[in-house]
């Protein structure tokens, strides 16, 4: 199986922050990469497939970007419906395989 | 606007099968273009891809799971569900459906709301 390893975890930053989490995967997964986000409770819900494509709907303070095998997934400027825990995910080969998570707090 | 539902028994007994379907309604589960799946999350734990099958049948499953697992289609009842069978507490988990695109990508765009299932006797 490829493993996905985040980090921070986790991540404590303030309203207006920029953040930056990453995910690297265990063997090479081209742009098979897509980020969730996810609210206590609730469903994860897309953000980013193929690592930089911006789901629809998804506000453009999202961005992802891939350099070999590690990817990153940044938000520009933090609001308050962003506090979340954010999953990445490979789908290059299954079983499709996610990262263990990133809990974005508030600081 | 396409929308997925979980159902199915929120307890079950240790060794026993969990049965869970998933009903999809605003589209059919019939379109080409995608592949339905499900997902489970341990409580206050991290995302486990069960398996996926395509409308026409030819499920894939998880390695880990597969000895346990079925996942079916029913076109006439635009559903698609869920057997795990000989489950412990470690099935104990949120349980979600979800649509994901059958080519290039593969991302999973529209889930359930997901079911909480509980092993205990």
């Known amino acids: 199986d490829i493993q996905m390893t985040q980090s921070p975890s986790p991540l404590s930053a303030s309203v207006g922050d920029r953040v930056t989490i990453t995910c690297r995967a265990s063997?090479?997964?081209?742009?098979?990469l897509n980020w969730y986000q996810q609210k206590p409770g609730k469903a994860p819900k897309l953000l980013i497939y193929?690592?930089?494509s911006l789901h629809s709907g998804v506000p453009s303070r999202f961005s992802g970007s891939a350099s070999g095998t590690d990817f990153t997934l940044s938000i520009s400027s933090l609001q308050p419906e962003d506090f979340a825990t954010y999953y990445c995910?490979?789908?290059?080969?299954?079983?499709?395989?996610f990262g263990q998570g990133t809990k974005l707090e508030i600081k | 606007q396409l929308q997925l539902q979980e159902s199915g028994p929120g307890l079950v007994k240790p060794s026993e099968t969990l049965s869970l379907t998933c009903t999809v309604s605003?589209?059919?589960?019939?379109?080409?273009?995608?592949?339905w799946g499900w997902i489970r999350q341990p409580p206050g734990k991290g995302l486990e891809w069960i398996g996926s099958?395509?409308?026409?049948?030819?499920?894939d499953y998880n390695p880990s799971l597969t000895s346990r697992v079925t996942i079916s289609v029913d076109t006439s009842k635009n559903q698609f569900s869920l057997k795990l069978s000989s489950v412990t507490a470690a099935d104990t988990a949120v349980y979600y459906c979800?649509?994901?695109?059958?080519?290039?990508?593969?991302?999973?765009?529209?889930w359930g709301q997901g079911k909480l299932v509980t092993v205990s006797s």
């Open positions: 979800a649509r994901h695109l059958g080519s290039w990508s593969y991302y999973f765009d529209c």
């Open positions: 605003g589209g059919s589960i019939s379109d080409s273009t995608y592949f």
């Open positions: 099958i395509y409308y026409s049948g030819s499920p």
């Open positions: 063997q090479t997964i081209s742009t098979y």
């Open positions: 193929a690592a930089s």
């Open positions: 995910q490979q789908t290059y080969s299954t079983p499709y395989t």
